[in-house]
T-cell receptor, first 117, second 110 residues
């Protein structure tokens, strides 16, 4: 099993350019997430999708949009990239929708290193 | 104040010693607690989860939870150089979102 696959692995953008980060999982998970990781800041949630057809904002959604294309795929779009969006982006997925105590952690993709100049 | 606090380190331990990592959280609604290990340039991988007060052991790892004190810890026994990594503490409240701390960098010296 591939698990969670992210593309691209590296990207350099100029300020104002747009791009879409792709994420796909083959574990039949219901929930998917986009995090960004900056030095000393840990992982911060950008957007998430609890189940197919739903998306919600996380802690740092400004400047981003998402699409849950189907159960497998969850994409993150930067409409007009800014240097503050230079970061490592991780997609993750898990099963067991919320509402019960869940002991399941996330499975993470390998990350996308994005630099905005 | 961050919802999940960790000492950034680095925590330097000699090979064979016990590494003790601490994490405090502010959301009393937190129900499950996770420890992830992240090697430099890699993605986080789950090593432990705990949801009941007390200790949970898995191999060389022991997670400890004290909900009254809003405190969770991770002990790594017989530390090896391969344990050198950043360890992320995460909490889950109702729903399925994880909130992460900033991570503690651990260096195990031969």
């Amino acid at each position: 099993n591939a698990g969670v696959t992210q593309t691209p692995k590296f990207q350099v953008l100029k300020t104002g350019q747009s791009m879409t980060l792709q994420c796909a999982q083959d574990m039949n998970h219901n929930s998917m997430y986009w995090y960004r990781q900056d030095p000393g800041m840990g992982l911060r949630l950008i957007y998430y999708s609890a189940s197919e057809g739903t998306t919600d904002k996380g802690e740092v959604p400004n400047g981003y949009n998402v699409s849950r294309l189907n159960k497998r795929e969850f994409s993150l779009r930067l409409e007009s990239a800014a240097p503050s969006q230079t970061s490592v982006y991780f997609c993750a997925s898990t099963d067991r929708p919320g509402g019960r105590i869940a002991n399941y952690g996330y499975t993470f993709g390998s990350g996308t290193r994005l630099t905005v100049v | 104040q961050k919802e999940v606090e960790q000492n950034s380190g680095p925590l330097s331990v000699p090979e064979g010693a016990i590494a003790s990592l601490n994490c405090t959280y502010s959301d009393r609604g937190s129900q499950s607690f996770f420890w992830y290990r992240q090697y430099s340039g890699k993605s986080p991988e789950l090593i432990m989860f705990i949801y009941s007060n007390g200790d949970k052991e898995d191999g060389r790892f022991t997670a400890q939870l004290n909900k009254a004190s809003q405190y969770v810890s991770l002990l790594i026994r017989d530390s090896q150089p391969s344990d050198s990594a950043t360890y992320l503490c995460a909490t889950k409240a109702a729903g399925n979102k994880l909130t992460f701390g900033g991570g503690t960098r651990v260096l195990v010296k031969p």
